[in-house]
Each structure stands twice: as structure tokens, then as C-alpha cells.
């Protein structure tokens, strides 16, 4: 079974930055491509980056400009990892990877927190 683990959050003064990243066992990246995702409390997790397995990337819009998503995969490990930049308050959530193109097991996730 594929298991994905993820790092990096913390807390941060709004305006800072932060690198989430994470790992996957198996070919998730060369296969599907890969993902973060968010949820907050009370909310349904939503995308906000994804990367394919060719290198196109998308970004959900209250992100673009800001965060920017890189990965790579073999058939024994996928990485992918998020550049958060100019972060706010509301990306205070628990982020996740998974991958892109279907849905895997989730992994703990990481704790972003944005407050002054």
C-alpha cells in the first residue's frame, strides 16, 4: 500500500514562507502525477497544486503567484514538495499530497499555521 508522508508546516508571521514536503512510496509521481491538498475545520478538502507527470503544473487562483509546486518520482519513490511564499492567514490549514490524477490513501498531513 502507498504511503505518504508529508513535512514542513509550522507556524509563520503572515508574509513569511514555508517548504512543505513529501514523501510516497511506489511510482505515485511517474503514474498519476501528484498534489497538495488542504482542509480546515469544518470545510472539504480542496487542491491547491498540482503537478502532472509531464511537468504541467495548476494552481488553485488564491495561491497563484505565491506557492509554487516541484516533483519527481522513480518506481520506488515520488517526491513532491510546495514553495509557499507571502503566506496568510487564510492558508492555515492541514496540507496533504496525494496524487493527481486519483486518490490514495492520505497520509497525516502537515500543520500550516499563519499568525502574527
Known amino acids: 500500500q502507498v504511503q505518504m508522508v ?3 508546516g509550522g507556524l ?3 508574509g513569511g514562507s514555508l517548504r ?3 514523501v510516497a512510496s511506489g511510482s505515485v509521481f511517474r503514474v498519476y502525477g501528484m498534489g497538495w491538498y488542504r482542509q480546515v475545520p469544518g470545510k472539504e478538502r480542496e487542491l491547491v497544486a498540482a503537478i502532472s507527470n509531464i511537468g504541467t503544473s495548476t494552481y ?3 495561491v497563484k503567484g505565491r506557492f509554487t509546486i516541484s516533483g519527481a518520482g522513480d518506481n520506488a519513490k ?3 514538495y510546495l514553495q509557499m511564499n507571502s503566506l496568510k492567514p487564510e492558508d492555515t490549514a ?3 499530497c496525494n496524487a493527481y490524477t486519483t486518490r490514495l490513501a492520505w497520509g497525516p498531513g502537515t500543520q500550516v499555521t499563519v499568525s502574527s
Open 6 to 8: 508529508e513535512s514542513g
Open 12 to 14: 509563520v508571521q503572515p
Open 20 to 22: 512543505l514536503s513529501c
Open 60 to 62: 488553485t487562483d488564491s
Open 78 to 80: 515520488s517526491t513532491v
Open 94 to 96: 492541514v496540507y496533504y
